[in-house]
C-alpha cells in the first residue's frame, strides 16, 4: 500500500474564460439595468417620434407621480395612449414572454440533458398554438390563456409518453418525439385553419403560427408577467437542482433527487410558462433555444446562474427583435417569429455542428 | 497503514468480525419482467472494502444502484449501521452513501470545482446557497484525490483518470459513510487503476465503508477485503477475498481456467489466467 497517488501534472493555463470569472451578481445587474434602459429606449423608437422624457413622464404620470417633479414631460392625451396603451403592453409583453421562452428552454436542456431541448422544438409551443387557434375558431377567445397551457401541456404529455414508452427518456427518443409532435400539432392547426379561415382570420392565424406581439395591450402584460412571477420565478430558483441531473438521472437520484417527480414537476412547469407566453404571443421559436446556450457561453454552466441571466437575456432579446419586427418595414409589421428564426436557425445549426453530446 | 495491513494478511480470515456496518439481505429487483437482482445479501463491516464481481450482466451495477437508492427494490432491506436506509427521505440517504459512477463521456460544460460541489447538494437547503463550510469540504475532497490544482479546469477536458477522481472527489464531498463505486477503473491506465484504488483504501482506512463493483479480478484481489462474487443476479460466493478467489470459482463463474496464486510481495491473491 505504498503511495500510488500520481502527481498530477500541472494544468494547462486556460485562457479565453475570463468573462466566466466576472461575478454572477454582476451580470445580473448588468443586464437589468440594460433591460430597464431597453424598455425606456424601445418605447421611444417607432412611426410616432417619442423622446425618452416623454415616456418618462407617461409612466410616471400613471403611477399617479407629478410627471414634471421628476425630470419627466407632460404628453398630449394622443401621445400618452401611443406610449400608454400602445408601446408600454406591447414592450413589457414582449419582455415577459422573451423571460418566459427563455426559462423554459433552460430548464428543459438541463432537465432532459439535451441542449437542443426548447419549448418549440419539443411540440409545446404548437400544441399551445393548436389549442390556441381552435378556441379563437370557435369563437370562445376568453378561453385562449387556458386553451394554450392545456395544448402545451397535451404536446408534453405525447413528447414525452412517445420518448418513454420503450425506454429511457435519452436525448434523441425525446427531440424524434417532439419532432413527431411537433409536426402532427402543427399539420393539425394547418388543417384547422384551412377547413374554417377565410378572410382576416387567415392573417391572425398567421400571426399565431409565426408570433406577433402587435395586439399586445394590459391583458397580455397581466398574463404574461402573472405566469413569470408564479411560475418563472420559482423555476429560476431550482438550479441547483438541475445541475444534479449533469450527470444523469442515477446520479441525480443518488444526490438525492427524486428524479421522475422532480422531472414531471418541472416541465410540467415549463408546459404552463410556454402555454401563458403562447397564448399572449403566438408560437415564437428559437428564443427557449438560443438564449440559454449564449448566457452559458459567457457566464458558464451552472444553471443557478444560468436561469436568472437567461431570463433577463430573454427578455431585452425579445423587445428589440420586437423593435426590429415593428420599424425595419414601417410602416408593415413583421410576425416577430421571422425574425427570431432568422437569428436562430443559423445558431441552431453551429449548435448541432458542435454538440458533441447529441447521438 | 498496519490496520489495513493486518486486515490484508493472506487467509487471514476475519474470525471475530466487528458488527456489520452495512447489511443488505434478500435484495430482489426485476426489470422488464425479468429478475435481475435476486435474494442478494451483502455484509461488510465499518471500514472495509467489499469489490462486487461477476461476469457482464450478472447485476453488479444494479445492486449498487439498488444500495443507493436509486433503483427500488422489489423486496428486502439495507440495514445501514443499524439504520433502514431505503426507509430514509432521498436527502437523508444521500448524506450517507454516495456513488461515483462510470461516465463514458462528459459534456457538460461545467468546471472541476462545480461537479465536485455537486456533492452537496444533499447538504444544501433546496433554496439556499453554499456557504464557506460547504466551499472548504470541496477543497478538501479535490485535495483528497490530488486534484487541487485542477478545481478551475473545465471537466471535460480532464483525462479519463482525473475525471475518475473528480467523480471520487464528489461523492466524497457527500461525506458519506458508505462509498460505492461502478467501475471506478474503467478505461484508466494502470497508474490510474492503481492510485484511484489507493485512494478509496485511504478512505476506508478513515472508517468509510466501501463497495466497489469490478471487472479486473486482480484489483479486487490486491484491494478488497471481502468479495462478492455475483452470477446471473445471485450471490455465488461472499466472503473474505482470499478464501473466495479459488481457480475453481473463477472457472465456474467465468468459464475461464485460471490459477490463484500468491504475490511474491504482499501475499494476495494473484490470479492467472490459462491462455493455452
Redesign the interface.
Known amino acids: 500500500?505504498t503511495?500510488?497517488?500520481?502527481?498530477?501534472s500541472?494544468?494547462a493555463p486556460?485562457a479565453g474564460?475570463e468573462l466566466r470569472r466576472v461575478p454572477p451578481t454582476a451580470w445580473v445587474v448588468l443586464l437589468s439595468g440594460i433591460l430597464l434602459l431597453s424598455i425606456v429606449f424601445s418605447v421611444t423608437l417607432g412611426p410616432a417620434d417619442i423622446r425618452p422624457a416623454e415616456v418618462w413622464g407617461s409612466i410616471l404620470g400613471h403611477l399617479g407621480l407629478d410627471p414634471t417633479a421628476l425630470g419627466g414631460q407632460v404628453l398630449s392625451p394622443l401621445r400618452d395612449g401611443i406610449v400608454w396603451e400602445l408601446r408600454v403592453p406591447r414592450i413589457l409583453t414582449a419582455a415577459a414572454v422573451g423571460a418566459g421562452l427563455a426559462l423554459s428552454g433552460t430548464v428543459m436542456q438541463a432537465i432532459t440533458r439535451n441542449p437542443l431541448a426548447d419549448p418549440y422544438l419539443l411540440g409545446l409551443s404548437s400544441g399551445a398554438s393548436l389549442g390556441a387557434v381552435a378556441v379563437i375558431l370557435l369563437g370562445f377567445g376568453l378561453l385562449l390563456p387556458v386553451a394554450a397551457f392545456a395544448g402545451a401541456l397535451a404536446a408534453l404529455l405525447a413528447t414525452l409518453l412517445l420518448a418513454g414508452a420503450a425506454g429511457a427518456l435519452t436525448p434523441t427518443r425525446t427531440v424524434l418525439a417532439g419532432l413527431a409532435v411537433s409536426s402532427f400539432f402543427g399539420a393539425v392547426t394547418s388543417l384547422v385553419i384551412f377547413w374554417s379561415a377565410t378572410g382576416d382570420t387567415y392573417r391572425e392565424i398567421l400571426s399565431w403560427l409565426l408570433g406577433s406581439l402587435s395586439g399586445a395591450g394590459w391583458p397580455a402584460v397581466a398574463i404574461g408577467a402573472g405566469a413569470l412571477l408564479i411560475v418563472g420565478l420559482p423555476l429560476m430558483?431550482t438550479g441547483?437542482?438541475l445541475?444534479?441531473f449533469?450527470?444523469?438521472?442515477?446520479?441525480a437520484?443518488?444526490?438525492?433527487?427524486?428524479?421522475n417527480p422532480t422531472r414531471w414537476l418541472l416541465l410540467t412547469a415549463t408546459a404552463l410558462l410556454t402555454g401563458a407566453m403562447v397564448a399572449v404571443s403566438g408560437s415564437i421559436g428559437f428564443v427557449g433555444l438560443i438564449l440559454p446556450h449564449a448566457v452559458?457561453l459567457v457566464a458558464?454552466?451552472?444553471n443557478?446562474v444560468v436561469l436568472p441571466l437567461s431570463a433577463l437575456a430573454g427578455a431585452v432579446f425579445l423587445i428589440w427583435i420586437d423593435t426590429g419586427a415593428r420599424t425595419l418595414f414601417d410602416p408593415r409589421e413583421l410576425p416577430v417569429g421571422i425574425l427570431t428564426a432568422v437569428v436562430g436557425a443559423p445558431v441552431f445549426a453551429l449548435l448541432l455542428l458542435r454538440?458533441?453530446?447529441i447521438r | 497503514m498496519t490496520r489495513t495491513e493486518s486486515a490484508h494478511g493472506l487467509g487471514d480470515a476475519i474470525s471475530a468480525a466487528p458488527p456489520a456496518a452495512l447489511a443488505a439481505s434478500r435484495l430482489t429487483f426485476s426489470r422488464d419482467g425479468r429478475l435481475v437482482i435476486d435474494g442478494v445479501d451483502v455484509d461488510l463491516p465499518v471500514g472495509s472494502f467489499g469489490a462486487v464481481i461477476g461476469p457482464n450482466g450478472a447485476g453488479k451495477s444494479t445492486l449498487l444502484q439498488l444500495l443507493v437508492g436509486a433503483l427500488p427494490v422489489d423486496s428486502g432491506t439495507v440495514l445501514f449501521d443499524g439504520a433502514d436506509l431505503l426507509a430514509l427521505r432521498r436527502r437523508d440517504r444521500a448524506r450517507l452513501v454516495a456513488l461515483s459512477e462510470q461516465h463514458g463521456d462528459g459534456d457538460t460544460g461545467l468546471r472541476v470545482n462545480d461537479v465536485v460541489l455537486l456533492g452537496r447538494t444533499p447538504h444544501i437547503g433546496r433554496w439556499a446557497s453554499e456557504g464557506p463550510a460547504d466551499r472548504q469540504v470541496v477543497a478538501d475532497a479535490l485535495s483528497a484525490v490530488g486534484m487541487s490544482a485542477f478545481a478551475d479546469r473545465p471537466f471535460d477536458t480532464l483525462s479519463g483518470g482525473e475525471r475518475q477522481r473528480v467523480h471520487l472527489a464528489r461523492a466524497l464531498a457527500q461525506q458519506p459513510r458508505l462509498l460505492l463505486l461502478d467501475e471506478p477503473t474503467n478505461h484508466l491506465d494502470v497508474r490510474a487503476q492503481l492510485s484511484l484504488l489507493s485512494l478509496v483504501r485511504a478512505q476506508t482506512a478513515a472508517g468509510i465503508t466501501a463497495v466497489a463493483a469490478l471487472h479486473d479480478l486482480n484489483i479486487a484481489a490486491a484491494y478488497a477485503d471481502t468479495v462478492i462474487v455475483l452470477g446471473e443476479g445471485r450471490v455465488v460466493a461472499a466472503g473474505p477475498t482470499a478464501s473466495v478467489l479459488t481457480g475453481k470459482l473463477i472457472g465456474d463463474v467465468y468459464g475461464v481456467r485460471a490459477d490463484v496464486l500468491r504475490h511474491p510481495r504482499t501475499g494476495r491473491p494473484l490470479i492467472a489466467f490459462d491462455t493455452t
Do not use: C, W
Request: hydrophobic share 40%; charged share 30%; aromatic share 6%.
Open positions: 500500500m503511495a500510488t497517488i500520481e502527481t498530477p500541472r494544468p486556460f474564460r430558483l441547483r437542482t445541475d444534479a449533469a450527470f444523469g438521472d442515477t446520479a437520484s443518488a444526490l438525492g433527487i427524486g428524479v452559458r458558464g454552466q451552472r443557478r454538440a458533441r453530446r
